[in-house]
C-alpha cells in the first residue's frame, strides 16, 4: 500500500485500528468492501464475569476476541457520567482514546432522539463531549419502546453536524422499529445522508418485516451514490440465533452491498452470541481476516496501570 492510499479497516494493525476514529473510519470501512464486523455491547456489562466486584472479561473484550473490528457502546449513562468511564472487567477510563487502546478497537457511542435518560440522548452538548473524549464515532438510532422516527433520527443528524467538529463520525438511522412503526426506503435513509452522516444504518433483510434483499439493495445502493456508507444491522436478537442462520444473512447482505456488519447485544446479558459473529465473519471475509483479527485482540493495560492513569505496557503486534 502506498502513503497516498486509503488504508482499508481490515489490514490495519492493532495500534492503528485503536486510533482509528472520524471520518477516517467511515473511509477505512468503505476501502474493506462489505468486509467490517461492528458489535453493539451494553456499556455496564461482564457478561462472563460472576465476581460482584467486575473482576473479569467486559463484553467489548469479549466481541473483540471473536473478530470485531468496531466497539459501539449502547446504554452509556450506564457506565458514563459526563466525565468518567466505570467499565466493570476493565476498570474507570478518563477518555475513550484510553480505553480503545487498551482494547485493541476504535470505540463508538450510541445517542438517541427518543424517549431516553438525558445522557443518552443525541445533543450537541453530550455528543461534543463525547467526541472530545476520543469516541470514534456516534450512532444515531433507537433503542425498543424509545419511539424514535426517521425524522427525528434527520432532525437531530443535522443539529449534531452543525454543531460538532465536520470531521466527526456519524452514522444514523434504525436497526428495527424502535416503538414507531414506519417502512423503511431509499427516500428515508437517503434524508439521512442529506442531514450529515456519512453513515446510514439499516436492518438486514431478514431481520426485519418487509426489508427484502430487494429493497436493501436499492437502499444501500442510493445511500452510497449519495456520499455515505451503509452497515446492516441484527438488531432483533437474532445476534443470538443458532449459527445455520448466518449463510443467509451475511451472503444476502454481501451481495446488497453493505458496507458494514452489525451485530447487537441482546444474547447473554449486552453482548451477541460470539460464536454466531464469529461464523459470521468467516462467511464474509475468510478465515484469514478473521484470524488475523481475532489475533490482535488481547487487553494491553491492566486495571492497575489504567485505574492509576500509567502507561500500558505494549503487548504482541502485527502489522
Not at 113 to 136: N, Q, S, T, W, Y
Amino acid at each position: 500500500m502506498t502513503d497516498n492510499e486509503q488504508p482499508r479497516i481490515l489490514d490495519l494493525d492493532r495500534d492503528r485500528l485503536a486510533a482509528l476514529r472520524g471520518r477516517a473510519l467511515t473511509r477505512a470501512v468503505a476501502a474493506a468492501e462489505g468486509r467490517t464486523m461492528v458489535a453493539e455491547v451494553f456499556a455496564e456489562r461482564a457478561a462472563l464475569s460472576p465476581h460482584p466486584d467486575g473482576r473479569g472479561v467486559h463484553n467489548a473484550e469479549l466481541v473483540a476476541a471473536f473478530g470485531a473490528d468496531v466497539v459501539v457502546l449502547n446504554l452509556i449513562e450506564r457506565a458514563w457520567d459526563g466525565e468518567r468511564l466505570r467499565l466493570p472487567g476493565l476498570g474507570e477510563f478518563t477518555s475513550f482514546t484510553e480505553l480503545a487502546r487498551v482494547i485493541g478497537r476504535p470505540v463508538g457511542v450510541n445517542l438517541e432522539p427518543g424517549d431516553v435518560p438525558e445522557i443518552r440522548r443525541a445533543k450537541p452538548e453530550h455528543a461534543k463531549r463525547l467526541v472530545d473524549m476520543g469516541a470514534a464515532l456516534l450512532c444515531i438510532t433507537a433503542n425498543p419502546g424509545t419511539g424514535g422516527s426517521y425524522e427525528a433520527m434527520a432532525r437531530v443528524t443535522a443539529e449534531l453536524r452543525a454543531g460538532l467538529d465536520p470531521d466527526t463520525a456519524l452514522w444514523s438511522g434504525k436497526m428495527h422499529h424502535a416503538g414507531h412503526p414506519e417502512r423503511v426506503t431509499a427516500a428515508r435513509l437517503t434524508a439521512l445522508v442529506d442531514a450529515g452522516a456519512d453513515g446510514v444504518v439499516m436492518p438486514l433483510p431478514g431481520t426485519l418485516p418487509g426489508v427484502t434483499r430487494e429493497l436493501a439493495a436499492e437502499a444501500v445502493a442510493a445511500v452510497q451514490d449519495a456520499g455515505a456508507i451503509v452497515m446492516g444491522a441484527i438488531g432483533t436478537s437474532q445476534e443470538g440465533s443458532h449459527a445455520d442462520v448466518v449463510p443467509q444473512l451475511a451472503l444476502n447482505a454481501k451481495e446488497a452491498g453493505f458496507d458494514a456488519h452489525h451485530f447487537g447485544d441482546s444474547y447473554i446479558p449486552g453482548v451477541c452470541d460470539p460464536e454466531v459473529m464469529y461464523a459470521y465473519s468467516v462467511a464474509i471475509r475468510g478465515r484469514r481476516h478473521t484470524w488475523n483479527r481475532m489475533a490482535l485482540g488481547g487487553r494491553q493495560g491492566r486495571l492497575t496501570s489504567v485505574r492509576g492513569g500509567g502507561t500500558a505496557p505494549a503487548g504482541g503486534q502485527s502489522s
